[in-house]
């Protein structure tokens, strides 16, 4: 859906007979239009598919559901799959920390005052960050779990309170509990439903308390 603007600017250009690149300015302009018509791209994308789910409500509650389109909380989960992992790819490539905050609110994830959204989000609508948040590059944050063998999906909330550190390539399970302060060391796995208690640095897999502020 987002292709349609950039497809119509294209067009346009088509017909405007620039792809024939017949003068010097052809070349000197085809590196502007074609950011241009990436950021195009970028912005209708975001707001297409962020509003589509804004619109309609689409979220899921917190539950074990059977993995199948009968169900409604795992249907709507595969609608958003469908719908947000080919923008969340390109918040991959391009971290821009505005664009993914507005995105992320829009798919129905809490974000304080002054947080930064460094890593991936799984599942925004059971996500919640406080105040002053940072999460480093590569950390994931996953509010499910599949269970292919028992053909179940199980989603649970995830809370980071105010002040918290995520560390680069922390992993944080369905149901965890950060409270405030409390710091994720790089590298280190907060296992599913885990409680990290006020003012702990926390790491190592699974992740245990190694410093607890005073």
Request: charged share 15%; aromatic share 12%.
């Amino acid at each position: 859906m987002g292709l349609i603007p950039t497809v119509i600017y294209l067009y346009i250009l088509h017909l405007l007979h620039y792809f024939s690149f017949s003068t010097l300015w052809h070349f000197i302009l085809f590196p502007f239009l074609a950011f241009f018509g990436a950021l195009l791209l970028f912005i209708t994308e975001m707001l297409i598919t962020g509003g589509i789910v804004r619109l309609f409500h689409i979220t899921y509650q917190p539950g074990t559901y059977g993995y199948s389109i009968r169900d409604r909380n795992a249907r709507k989960w595969i609608l958003i799959v469908i719908i947000y992992t080919p923008f969340r790819k390109l918040l991959e490539i391009f971290p821009l920390g505005g664009t993914k905050r507005t995105y992320f609110r829009l798919l129905g994830m809490k974000i304080g005052h002054n947080s930064l959204v460094g890593g991936v989000i799984k599942d925004p609508c059971l996500t919640e960050f406080g105040d002053n948040v940072t999460m480093g590059e590569y950390a994931i944050i996953y509010g499910h779990i599949q269970n292919m063998q028992q053909e179940t999906i199980t989603m649970d909330r995830i809370h980071v309170g105010n002040n918290c550190v995520i560390g680069a390539g922390a992993i944080i399970m369905p149901g965890a509990v950060l409270e405030d302060d409390v710091v994720v060391a790089s590298g280190a796995v907060v296992t599913k439903g885990q409680v990290l208690l006020k003012g702990g640095t926390y790491g190592g897999v699974p992740a245990k308390l190694l410093v607890q502020k005073s």
